[in-house]
């Protein structure tokens, strides 16, 4: 009888993963670089995205920091049983006006919520319990190309 119950416990066991089957782990190799907020959603409630005060991310496993609209901000990530994990945030304490600290406020409420990460190539999706946030790949700014002016420009 006890040899029955543990084959049944083991077999429920077995089938009541989370997880989607095909599916692994992702690695916090997979989802470094710099990404850029485009949209989210905390328990059904769009995070406000504000034009001009982008939140952003660097993500290089421990660390992780960005922008969060209008300070900087900062934290460690860590994979821990399959599920990302985003602790010690921090953050400047800049004040910007309302929306932008609408925004930030909505999105320092979500990162610690983050579990998981999936990888789409330049797109990277953060979800949680009742939270998901849709990043794109943050491209540098382009330099400006300046003329050299080390050697000085003859006279005619």
């Known amino acids: 009888m006890l040899a029955t119950v543990a084959a049944v416990m083991v077999a429920v066991l077995a089938c009541g993963s989370s997880a989607p089957s095909g599916s692994r782990e992702t690695s916090l190799s997979e989802v470094a670089g ?10 059904g409630v769009a995070i406000p995205v504000v034009e001009g005060f982008d939140v952003t991310m660097t993500i290089e496993a421990p660390s992780i920091v960005g922008t969060s609209a209008c300070n900087s901000w900062g934290g460690r990530i860590a994979l821990v049983d399959g599920e990302i994990h985003v602790t010690e945030t921090s953050s400047t304490m800049k004040l910007c006006a309302d929306p932008v600290m609408a925004s930030e406020a909505a999105f320092m409420r979500a990162i610690p919520l983050v579990r998981s990460a999936a990888r789409d190539g330049d797109r990277l999706t953060l979800a949680g319990p009742g939270l998901e946030m849709a ?5 540098p700014a382009r330099r400006s190309t300046l003329p050299d002016v080390t050697e000085p420009t003859p006279t005619p």
Do not use: H, K, N, R
């Not at 710099?34 to 328990?43: A, P, V």
């Not at 990043?135 to 491209?139: G, P």
């Open 34 to 43: 710099d990404w850029q907020l485009e949209s989210g959603t905390i328990d």
């Open 135 to 139: 990043f794109v790949t943050l491209v």
